[in-house]
Nanobody, 119 residues
Framework: QVQLVESGGGLVQPGGSLRLSCAAS????????MGWYRQAPGKQRELVAT???????NYADSVKGRFTVSRDNANNTVTLQMSNLKLEDTAIYYC?????????????WGQGTQVTVSS
């Protein structure tokens, strides 16, 4: 099927920047949407940013103006450029992809990468 592997997580100081990448492999055709979700301790998983084939992007209000999501030319990878990081950005970040095959949507998740914002 589709496998997603995240990279780029780590420890960063408040106000710093970090770039996350997610590479899709396997049956990578017709990935309609790729993006990022995150889950902080004690909170539910929430949408961070998505990039949909055709040019649409979607951002959580809490990250607008600070985070930028993009995909490569082949649409097999998705990148999250995070700037002006805040303590509340600390979470496990999960890559997500939606594939449409024969009119049916399939949802795939990576294993997650830890982002810790701390001084």
């Amino acid at each position: 099927q589709v496998q997603l592997v995240e990279s780029g997580g780590g420890l960063v100081q408040p106000g710093g920047s970090l770039r996350l990448s997610c590479a899709a492999s396997g049956n990578i055709f017709r990935l309609y949407r790729m993006g990022w979700y995150r889950q902080a301790p004690g909170k539910q998983r929430e949408l961070v940013a998505t990039d949909t084939t055709g040019g649409s992007t979607n951002y959580a209000d809490s990250v607008k103006g600070r985070f930028t999501v993009s995909r490569d030319n082949a649409n097999n990878t998705v990148t999250l450029q995070m700037s002006n990081l805040k303590l509340e950005d600390t979470a496990i970040y999960y890559c997500n992809a939606v594939q449409i095959r024969l009119g049916v949507s399939y949802n795939y998740w990576g294993q997650g990468t830890q982002v810790t914002v701390s001084s």
